[in-house]
């Protein structure tokens, strides 16, 4: 399946309603109240967060004011519009430096936002791109972690350090960069325990991990990535924030845009975070990630006329 279809599908149920919504008043005339009321009904469900659909309501305001044409599908045009202003600059691909330059990753966030499953995916996509990564589980609090990074890197002929169950997962950290810069990998994914943003103990442990990495190289980690379930809602906003106040954000992966959530919540995050968004989770498969992309990710949330007619 074409990088495309992936995000259509991927969209498919989380953006029924907002389609529906813009579907409703393509071949209207001019836009009521009750058309209006129902568009920013649905971007506010959308979790577009509340300044993207202030601004897209008052944009088709103004483009009704000005225009006396204005009609239903250029309210599409308009969201749009927006959308694509609002995300300028959000893509960001992943180029790594060559062999001999080791760079470290690590996968943040809250226990089951699919940052296990996002290591083993983000391994196998790059080694297929020819480069050369180590998986560390370091996930050692959570009994099953291991076993299902383990299960992937096998699956996938992917290379992985691990601990036993409660290890010091700083200390596992410290040996995957050992390994990783002795078999000279060009990067180390280093999977986190999920933690809630709101638990100091727990962000503890991340300090110390970072700590102990940029004694071995004082750029690690270089990487710094949130992984963030994309059904959350508003308050994947909220994580964020804290995430990036106390660890320092590089960027973002969103995940399960391919279940029941909206997909709105990256726009939100990047309107006040401005974090790169690297990946977008797909589907439960190894190839599920796919690099973010602004006209696809447009073209599948809220697709033009002729799509959103032919439903
Ligand atoms: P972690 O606790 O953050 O490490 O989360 P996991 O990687 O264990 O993922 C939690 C669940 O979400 C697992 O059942 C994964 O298969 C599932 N998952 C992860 N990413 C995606 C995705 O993009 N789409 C779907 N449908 N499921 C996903």
Redesign the pocket.
């Known amino acids: 399946m074409g990088i495309f279809s992936k995000f259509k599908k991927g969209f498919q149920k989380g953006a029924e309603a907002l389609q529906g919504s813009f579907s409703k008043v393509l071949g209207v005339k001019k836009l009521d109240a009750n058309d209006m009321a129902s568009i920013e009904e649905a971007l506010y469900s959308a979790d577009f967060g509340v300044e993207t659909t202030e601004e897209i309501i008052q944009n088709i305001h103004e483009a009704f004011k000005k225009d006396k044409e204005f009609k239903g599908q250029d309210a599409l045009h308009v969201a749009r519009e927006v959308l694509r202003r609002t995300l300028s600059g959000a893509e960001k691909s992943f180029i790594l430096p060559p062999e001999d330059n080791l760079q470290v990753l690590c996968m943040i ?1 809250v ?8 290591c083993a995916k983000l391994g196998h996509l790059l080694k297929e791109r020819g480069d050369k990564v180590l998986l560390g589980a370091c ?1 050692t609090f ?1 009994a099953a ?1 291991t076993e ?1 990074l383990k299960a992937w890197a096998d699956r996938l002929g992917l290379e992985c350090v691990f601990g036993h169950h409660g290890a010091d997962s700083a200390a596992v950290a410290f040996d995957t960069f050992s390994a990783a810069s002795a078999r000279r990998c060009n990067l180390a994914i280093i ?1 986190t325990a ?1 933690r809630l943003h709101v638990k100091d103990n727990l962000m503890d442990e991340l300090f110390k991990m970072k700590r102990v990495l940029s004694k071995r190289d004082e750029g690690a980690p270089h990487h710094s990535w949130l ?1 963030i379930d994309g059904s959350t809602g508003t308050n994947g906003l909220e994580q964020a924030k804290v995430f990036n106040q106390k660890f320092g954000l590089t960027g973002l992966v969103v ?5 029941s959530s909206k997909g709105g919540v990256l726009v939100s995050i990047y309107r006040e975070l401005k974090l790169p968004i690297y990946f977008l ?4 498969s190894a190839d ?1 990630l796919q690099p973010f992309s602004i006209e696809y990710y447009l073209d599948s949330i809220l697709p033009l006329a002729q799509t959103l007619e032919s439903q």
């Open positions: 966030g226990n089951g936002s699919g940052k296990t499953t996002t996930d959570r972690a299902q999977d999920g992984v995940t399960k845009l391919d279940g989770g797909l589907g439960e599920d």
